[in-house]
């Protein structure tokens, strides 16, 4: 088991002094199923990429810690890890995959945060309060930039400080309007006969 544990790090590629901890792992239980001279499920594991960083084989090394932790690989007919080495294991493959995935995102370009064009922000007050507001009277909402004639382009839509501002001022005057502190009181309209009649 240990030459077949040998050959199964030549085979990945990697070195014995720079083999990763979990590789001995694979080595023991799973290379005998998913090695070279058999692959159940597909599976070869000797064939992953080791560079979680790049991320490529990610899904297949999530769904390996999986089935370890459910105690499906190895089978039951196979020698048992000790509850020792699978916890190990799962750590260190988890490990490797969170870091993977945490380098990934650091590389990617930050998320732009785009806000409403006046209009959205009107429509969506009034759909959702069924208040009507202007953000364009002087002192409400900031004019949105025009790009080659058109005000709705989600580049140009930057959220700055004084718009942070302008929108707290925004909701209070809507919420005002749409839950006033004073109930509004019915307004009462005689109608005679005639009115109801001829629509007067």
Not at 68 to 97: C, F, H, W, Y
Not at 136 to 163: C, M, V, Y
Not at 177 to 200: H, I, M, N, Q
């Amino acid at each position: 088991m240990a030459r077949l544990s040998f050959i199964f790090l030549l085979a990945t590629g990697t070195a014995l002094s720079a083999a990763e901890p979990f590789e001995a792992f694979l080595g023991k239980h799973c290379v005998s199923c998913h090695g070279p001279k058999k692959q159940k499920g597909d599976l070869r594991m000797d064939k992953l990429s080791r560079d979680f960083k790049v991320g490529a084989d990610g899904h297949l090394w999530a769904e390996i810690v999986e089935r370890i932790n459910a105690g499906e690989m190895p089978p039951e007919k196979e020698p048992r890890p000790t509850e020792g080495e699978i916890a190990s294991v799962i750590g260190q493959l988890d490990a490797k995959i969170s870091e993977g995935r945490a380098a990934r995102m650091a590389k990617r370009p930050p998320v732009a945060h785009y806000r409403l064009s006046r209009k959205e922000y009107q429509n969506t007050v009034y759909d959702l309060l069924g208040v009507r507001y202007d953000p364009a009277k002087p002192g409400e909402l900031n004019a949105d930039p025009l790009w080659h004639g058109f005000e709705r382009i989600g580049s140009q839509l930057t959220l700055s400080p004084s718009h942070v501002e302008r929108y707290y001022k925004a909701a209070e005057t809507v919420l005002a309007r749409a839950f006033p502190s004073k109930p509004v009181e019915p307004k009462k309209v005689r109608k005679t006969a005639a009115d109801l009649r001829y629509g007067g």
